[in-house]
């Protein structure tokens, strides 16, 4: 252990947990110690079965210290996440053509869907109703395709270009599209729950239907570059 509150890194052996994220330090909690011991003296004779049972107690104790402790952390983690390593799987592009077949709403996918850097420009049929879910976009260009109907759900596209892309009928939920280029995209109809665009170029977006909650809406509105139909049509009063 690099320190008395935690290590440098932190890692995990489970599934959810891809690699190791950077911890950092915070002043105020240096103070906290999560210590799991047990009594060895060795003039104290228990039974078998009771210590059995102590360290069992011992065990569920010190989880439930450590879980504390990693939550109060959590703002520390999240900050300091980086994304995974570009996939290294030569035919990762054509992943988006197969789409994600389970955990379409939560962002749970059977394999990870890295789309980064990849070029769908005026791709009109493969794209269509596909589940990304959870999908790594970023810096990937979309112009002109066909996105109708598609479930991107907490799906990553900052800096990705989608100028002119359909999203009709799209469930769009908490995707981050920040700094993405929309210009001239239409979300006819389309669920918009939870999803960013900060700093996102949004000139001659469509916005017909969208549904949208009222904070949301409240942030897409902040967004300078939506012209004036437009705002019409998300209804925004600033």
């Known amino acids: 252990m690099a320190s008395p509150l935690f290590p440098h890194t932190f890692s995990s052996s489970s599934p959810a947990v891809s690699s190791a994220v950077k911890l950092t330090r915070l002043p105020i909690l240096s103070s906290i110690r999560v ?3 047990a009594n060895t003296n060795n003039s104290v004779s228990t039974s ?3 210590s059995c049972k102590f360290k069992e107690l011992r065990n569920v104790a010190c ?3 450590t879980v504390w402790a990693l939550t109060t952390t959590t703002p520390v983690i999240a900050a300091n996440q980086r994304l995974p390593p570009l996939s290294t799987d030569p035919e990762r592009c054509q992943r988006a053509f197969v789409g994600n077949t389970i955990g ?3 962002g749970v996918y059977d394999k990870a869907i890295d789309l980064r850097f990849c070029d769908y420009t005026n791709e009109k049929t493969n794209l269509k109703g596909k589940s990304l879910a959870a999908a790594l976009m970023s810096e990937a260009i979309f112009d002109g395709a066909d996105m109708s109907e598609v479930v991107m759900s907490k799906a990553y596209a900052v800096g990705a270009s989608f100028k002119g892309t359909d999203f009709t009928n799209a469930v769009l939920d908490r995707v981050n599209f920040g700094k993405a280029n929309l210009t001239g995209a239409s979300f006819k109809n389309t669920v918009l729950s939870g999803s960013t665009f900060e700093d996102a170029q949004l000139q001659d977006v469509v916005f017909e239907d969208t549904i949208i909650g009222y904070i949301d809406l409240q942030k ?3 967004n300078k570059t939506i012209n004036e139909d437009s705002r019409l049509e998300l209804g925004c009063r600033n």
């Open 35 to 37: 210590t799991c011991s």
């Open 220 to 222: 897409l509105c902040v």
């Open 48 to 50: 078998k079965e009771d």
């Open 63 to 65: 989880g439930i210290l």
């Open 104 to 106: 379409q709403a939560n």
